[in-house]
C-alpha cells in the first residue's frame, strides 16, 4: 500500500486560507468517507483535526474544514494563525481493511 | 479524561524483538480499537497495525506482516505491539492512538536498533 499524495509544502501569510490535497486511490480515498487529518507540531504527538472527511471534533476550531472529490480529499485552513503552523497528514481506510497515512505537508505562515 | 500512557524507551541490537505496552484508562478499552503507528526521525507517519481490544481481533500492514504481533490484556487495559528482526531502520517512536479515528495518543516510545 502506497502512501497518499500530499504537497510537500504549503504557505499562507496570517489571516489567509490554504487548502492542503491528499490524492489516493479507488481502492481507498475514492472508496471510502474514512478520510482523517492529523495536526502534528514538533516534538509532539499528532493530533486529530477531521474525522471521516468532514467531521471536526469537539474542541477543533471552526477554521478547518475537510472535503472529498473523488481520489482526492482536502483539508482547507482558514483564517491563518502562527499556531497553524506544524505537519498535516491526510489518513484513510483502505479495501484491506487497513489504513494508509499521507506522506505529510508542512504548513508555513509567513 | 482519556489516557493512553506507553512504556518507556528501549535500545535494541540488530536481530532483537522490543514489545512497547500501551495502558488505557479514562473510557471502555474494550470499546474502541487500538492503533500502532511509528514515525522515523525526519519522517512521516506510518501505519502498523490494530487491534479490537474485544474480540482480539487485529490486521497488519503488509510491510509488518510476520515481524509484527499486537495483543491486548484487557485485565489491566493494555494493548502490546512486538516486533521482532529488529533492523537500523526500525529506529522509530512509537504511538499508540485510540478509535477508528485515533483521536487520543499516547505520548509515544522512542525505539533505537543499534549494534
Known amino acids: 500500500q502506497s502512501a497518499l499524495t500530499q504537497p510537500a509544502s504549503v504557505s499562507g501569510s496570517p489571516g489567509q486560507s490554504i487548502t492542503i490535497s491528499c490524492t489516493g486511490t479507488?481502492?481507498?480515498?475514492?472508496?471510502?468517507?474514512?478520510v482523517y487529518w492529523y495536526q502534528q507540531h514538533p516534538g509532539k504527538a499528532p493530533k486529530l483535526m477531521i474525522s471521516?472527511?468532514?467531521n471536526r471534533p469537539s474542541g477543533v476550531s471552526n477554521r478547518f474544514s475537510g472535503s472529498k472529490s473523488g481520489n482526492t480529499a482536502s483539508l482547507t485552513i482558514s483564517g491563518l494563525q502562527a499556531d497553524d503552523e506544524a505537519d498535516y497528514y491526510c489518513?484513510?481506510?483502505?479495501?484491506?481493511?487497513?489504513?494508509?497515512f499521507g506522506s505529510g505537508t508542512k504548513v508555513t505562515v509567513l | 479524561q482519556v489516557q493512553l500512557v506507553q512504556s518507556g524507551a528501549e535500545v535494541k541490537k540488530p536481530g532483537a524483538s522490543v514489545k512497547v505496552s500501551c495502558r488505557a484508562s479514562?473510557?471502555?478499552?474494550?470499546?474502541?480499537?487500538i492503533h500502532w503507528v511509528r514515525q522515523a526521525p525526519g519522517q512521516g507517519l506510518e501505519w502498523m497495525g490494530w487491534?479490537?481490544?474485544?474480540?482480539?481481533?487485529?490486521k497488519y500492514a503488509q510491510k509488518f506482516q510476520g515481524r509484527v504481533s499486537i495483543t491486548r490484556d484487557t485485565s489491566i487495559n493494555t494493548a502490546y505491539m512486538e516486533l521482532i528482526r529488529l533492523k537500523s531502520d526500525d529506529t522509530a517512536i512509537y504511538y499508540c492512538?485510540?478509535?477508528?479515528?485515533?483521536?487520543?495518543w499516547g505520548q509515544g516510545t522512542l525505539v533505537t536498533v543499534s549494534s
Open positions: 489518513s484513510s481506510y483502505t479495501s484491506s481493511r487497513t489504513y494508509v
Open positions: 492512538a485510540k478509535g477508528e479515528g485515533r483521536d487520543s
Open positions: 479507488s481502492s481507498d480515498v475514492g472508496s471510502y468517507n474514512y
Open positions: 487491534i479490537n481490544p474485544n474480540s482480539g481481533d487485529s
Open positions: 471521516d472527511v468532514s
Open positions: 479514562g473510557y471502555t478499552f474494550t470499546g474502541y480499537y
